[in-house]
């Protein structure tokens, strides 16, 4: 049981310092940004209200991507207003999702697919395509087994020392 156990955490052992690695580096990152969020000052104030030219720009922006595909199922649509002009986003969801960027006046300035950071794609094993994505669900499977063999060693061990607490001591590598 333990030389299975071993060969699995060896195997495992890359995998988990690159998810380990990637994972640091997107919370670090994720906290320079809102650093930079709380650092900035929005160039609008909408205590009183989004203006009504906004909303316009707004229908007529989804009256545009409505006409192109009926179809379409809106994600999110946002606002930002850091900039002296207001930039208006619209995510749409499903297979061909797009995010769409309008102008003040309603119409759809670019149309671009919604794209993930590389770090983020790296995490998540995406950047492989499907291997990667089955790999991830592999190496899963494996951290389970590391689970369940790690447990089956614990248990053998409390079992075999002639007390709980001899068991403990042996667990923690204290006395053999």
Do not use: C
Request: aromatic share 4%.
């Amino acid at each position: 049981m333990r030389r299975f156990h071993r060969i699995i955490s060896l195997a495992t052992g890359i995998f988990l310092l690159l998810i380990t690695v990637t994972g640091v580096l997107l919370h670090v990152q994720e906290f320079q940004e809102e650093e930079e969020r709380e650092e900035r000052k929005p160039a609008h104030n909408l205590a009183s209200g989004i203006p009504n030219d906004w909303t316009l720009a707004l229908n007529k922006g989804l009256a545009a991507i409505y006409a192109a595909d009926p179809n379409v199922h809106i994600k999110r649509i946002r606002i930002d207003v850091e900039e002296a002009k207001p930039r208006l986003v619209v995510q749409t969801d499903g297979e061909n999702a797009l995010n769409y960027v309008l102008s003040e006046n309603g119409t759809i300035l670019k149309a671009n697919k919604p794209e993930k950071k590389l770090l983020l794609r790296l995490h998540t094993g995406e950047i492989l395509g499907e291997a990667g994505e089955g790999l991830n669900l592999v190496m899963g499977l494996a951290l389970l087994g590391l689970l369940i063999t790690g447990g089956v060693i614990l248990w053998q061990m409390v079992r075999s020392a002639p007390s709980i607490g001899a068991g403990f001591k042996r667990i923690m590598g204290l006395k053999n």
